[in-house]
């Protein structure tokens, strides 16, 4: 990874130079978080400053239509996502289409996922309602795997009397890393796993008025795990298709977003060479902001995820575990309040609490010192000051 | 000296824009919360000379980034809690300032362009898009009118 943030480095500089146009941006943002009856963000239920986001982009135009671009980041989010530094994106920007009617643009490199609300920018603090983002669909797990990929995005936009259409259409893969995947599988699993590709098309729609935006949008997408040659797992697969429905209302006092999503996984092996298992996971997020002033909000928000629509209670999943895995792993509710201060241009104190009822979506495959870890109530909360240019 | 001319230069290259191309298109509802009829003035370079409403959105949204001869598109809009910058959202893009934020905000940090440069008043506007080769803003139109005024008794 070091390497490609060098490789990128050096790109961005060595064509800055003959660029007609080079722009830079980027943000910093430093917390105080604590998760309470669970380790999701800090051990020990201990109050720490694992909250770090630093980001640099830039932007280096050669003509009217194309352009090199990039980001670098460093993260520290506790036991969230692994810490240290990642090149998000770095993408060849190709604007093929610009009339008043359409746009095209094609995306070539590492690309953003564009696909979900909050998907193309849930990297960066300020554009996001919480620093913990839905879990429903913002799975902190997959972060890196869900940011991007290496291949090619597609966008189109066409301005109608029906209103504005969005078509988004992307196929890629990402590099899963040995941290990722302990992430996923927990701490016992020795392997490496492997993306084998993402497919994934969403069409957004807004009307003419433009305080209504829906959308839909589809995923497939293959991972394999390579086991170790001693290793807790063995060799196994996973097929998911994912479909995701999402919605928002701008009022000029108050906003909605929601997301509601469907997610099917097909996974051979893993737990031993002939396990088969087929499972359908649905959940989804209703939030509410309102605006006090311009620059104060509050926010409300209801996350729901169930790991098995067949079994919702995760009882069937305590059942089939011989009681070794709660049936509180088998979902995961959670309420959420927040608060947002935008106290000058550019700066933003932001806080929120969440209140957790069960334990689906701490980890894909759950170990047993999570379990030991995670109450079937848990708590976390954060503030966060940002600063961004 | 040298300055005087240059300001000279500059005074003049408004006056001439704000008589001639200044106003391209222009609000026409004007409700009963605001007062002020807002303008879209652009740089002298600018040679389109009518927008469409979607252009205009394109183009205050950051996703239009340049001009039809392939020059970059510099755009100045007010503070987002500014009441003409609210304004000027809903009237002319159908948005809430905060909508246009994200938008921008979405756009700077998925790498696809530049937001918008934000000054303090409608004068620095005007001042900055008549000294920036490609830009363009909005302005009410009374204050286009003060400056108009203005240039006219000084050039007496």
Known sequence: ????????????????????????????????????????????????????????????????????????????????????????????????????????????????NHHWLYSATRDVPHT???????????????????????????????????????????LGRSKVSREQTRAFLGPLAKGSSKQDFVHQASLYWQPVSLNWRLGLSYLASDFYYDAAPVDTFTDGSTDIERFVLSLQYFSEKWELSAELLQEQRDNRGGFSPTFRQYRTGEGGYIQGRYMLTPSISALVRYDTYDVDKNDRNGTKLQQATGGMIPAYFGYMDTTTIGFRWDIASNWRLQGEHHWVEGAGRIQGVVDPVTIRSTEENWRLWSIQLMYWF | ???????????????????????????????????????????????????????????????????????????????????????????????????????????????????????????????????????????????????????????E
């Open chain 1, 1 to 112: 990874m070091n390497n490609l943030i060098i490789f990128a480095c050096m790109l961005l500089v060595v064509t800055g130079a003959v660029a007609q146009q080079t722009s830079w941006h980027g943000y910093i943002s430093q917390g105080v978080t604590q998760s309470i009856n669970s380790r999701f963000v800090t051990d020990n239920d201990a109050i720490t400053a694992e909250l770090t986001e630093l980001g640099f982009n830039g932007r280096i135009q050669f003509n009217a239509s194309l352009a090199l671009v990039g980001q670098l980041v460093y993260l520290d989010g506790g036991n969230r996502f692994e810490q240290g530094s990642r090149l998000d994106y770095l993408f060849l920007d190709w604007a093929l289409i610009e009339s008043e009617v359409t746009s095209s643009h094609l995306h070539l490199g590492r690309y953003k």
């Open chain 1, 128 to 170: 996001r309602d919480t620093a913990i983002l839905p879990q429903s669909v913002y799975f902190d797990s997959f972060r890196d795997i869900a940011l991007g990929s290496d291949g090619a995005f597609w966008q189109s936009e066409f301005r109608t009397d029906t209103g504005l259409w969005q078509f988004n259409w992307s």
């Open chain 2, 1 to 155: 000296m040298a300055q005087m001319d240059r300001l000279q230069i500059a005074n003049n290259s408004i006056y001439l824009c704000l008589l001639k191309a200044a106003v391209f298109w222009c609000s026409l509802i004007v409700s009963g919360a605001y007062a002020q009829t807002l303008t879209i003035i652009t740089n002298p370079s600018v040679t389109q000379t009518t927008f469409s409403q979607s252009e205009i959105r394109q183009i205050f949204s950051a996703r239009k980034q340049f001009w039809e001869d392939g020059s970059k598109i510099t755009v100045f809009v007010l503070a987002p809690d500014s009441l003409q910058h609210k304004q000027f959202c809903q009237q002319n893009l159908n948005m809430f300032p905060y909508q246009l934020e994200r938008l921008w905000n979405q756009i700077t940090y998925s790498g696809q362009g530049d937001p918008p440069l934000l000054k303090n008043s409608q004068d620095e506007i005007i001042k900055a898009v008549l000294t920036t080769p490609g830009a363009i803003g909005y302005a009410d139109e009374n204050v286009i009118e003060q400056i108009k005024r203005k240039l006219r008794n000084n050039a």
